[in-house]
Nanobody, 121 residues
């Protein structure tokens, strides 16, 4: 069984920073793309950023230049550094990863449980 566990959410003032982490654990053979999505109240879940196993990245236009995604393959962990936070960034942030295990021998998408980020003065 595979688990993705997020941490690092919380309350921050506009202009502040937070760093989210998401660690994958379990019977992992390999991890392909990893990423972060977010869902604000009353809105659909949207992609924030993604990173391939080789390190290439993709960002939503709304966060480009403010957020940075990175990963530590040795730790099976993906990070999201969020700077210059705005009230519009308030949402539940979910990590996801495409993981191959000994049982599911193709990249299957797993999700974390979500972590709340609130940007407010």
């Amino acid at each position: 069984q595979v688990q993705l566990v997020e941490s690092g959410g919380g309350l921050v003032q506009p202009g502040g920073s937070l760093r989210l982490s998401c660690a994958a654990s379990g019977s992992i053979f390999s991890i392909h793309d990893m990423g972060w999505y977010r869902q604000a109240p009353g809105k659909q879940r949207e992609l924030v950023a993604s990173i391939a196993s080789g390190g290439s990245t993709n960002y939503a236009l709304s966060v480009k230049g403010r957020f940075t995604i990175s990963r530590d393959n040795a730790k099976n962990t993906v990070y999201l550094q969020m700077n210059s936070l705005e009230p519009e960034d308030t949402a539940v942030y979910y990590c996801n990863a495409y993981i191959v295990t000994a049982v599911v021998r193709f990249p299957f998408r797993y999700w974390g449980q979500g972590t709340h980020v609130t940007v407010s003065s």
